[in-house]
């Protein structure tokens, strides 16, 4: 792979919450694409989306899009957004991430569910599908309140969806789980919504009732007002992960990694990366190739 492709949302303001390009050779310096203004627009649902992701189909030579439905800047408010906002997810594909269909909404959450949040998913070579996941608040059986858990379904196509399930809930609050692959082991990383900051373990596979390793992060128990978290491997082989700094409003921070499984991670060294002028909110990061990298920047 020669690259990478940023899939994100830039804020509130107009047109803030839709789809926005960045492309990077390193993964640490990153440049808007299409002029600063969105790439796909959301004109369903709630006209608007967050927290976007972007997959590779290997099998059917394909990208799926994936995003949630949700428009803050239309004055709804964050109660509304956890407790009676949209169910669905909101979906695009593209043969080569230029033509790109348009968007669908596919409902995936649970009845008495007030939001499916932050959708990401993974292939699971297990299954052959792609495994999904996101957050929503719920109550059930036994809760004095509605809880954010991760709940997840497999697809094949973006289109049919299993039956959702609990996949991860602690003692707190916890969204935007981010999972990558490395070593025989699928790393986790999640929002913890009660300290607002992010927990790390792995699992040998995916699905339902696989009991955890959890990895113990000093740099990461300490960095607090933080989501979004996205994790993926630079050309040398180090690990990165950025995490969205929602208190301040500074836009992402790079944290740098030799091993997953040590959760030994770095804050990036100031003037080591540049993530470009639109300060980019909670998003998704894919590998690209070298062809795919010049495309994406001869079109947008």
Known sequence: MAGYLFVHFIGEQENGEQIYFAVSEDGLHWQDLNGGQPVLISDIGEAGV???FIVRDEKNHKFYLIATDLCIGSGKGWEWAVTEASR??????????????RPRSCHVG?????????????????????????????????????????????????????EPFVYEEADCHVIDMNIVYSDGWYYRFV???????????RVAKLGKGIKAEPIHSEVLSQL?????????????GRWCLIVDQFATHKGYLPLI????????????????????????????????????????????
């Open 257 to 300: 990694c030799d091993d997953l499984a040590t959760g030994n991670f770095q804050v990036a060294q100031e003037g080591s990366y540049d993530l470009g002028k639109l300060k980019k909110r909670h998003g998704g990061i894919m590998q690209i190739t070298e062809e795919e990298l010049t495309r994406l920047k001869q079109n947008f």
């Open 50 to 52: 967050r927290d976007p």
């Open 110 to 162: 649970v009845d008495g569910a007030g939001c499916v949040w932050a959708p990401e998913t993974i292939y699971d070579a297990e299954t052959e599908s792609f495994f999904v996941f996101w957050a929503s608040m719920v109550k059930l059986d036994g809760d004095e309140e509605p809880k954010q858990r991760i709940y997840a379904a497999y697809t094949k196509d973006f289109v049919n969806f299993t």
């Open 224 to 236: 607090f007002g933080v989501e979004g978290p996205e994790t993926y491997q630079l050309p040398d």
């Open 88 to 101: 669905d997810l909101i979906v695009w594909e593209s043969e080569d991430m230029v033509n790109w269909s």
């Open 191 to 201: 929002k913890d919504e009660t300290n607002k900051n992010i927990r790390t373990d």
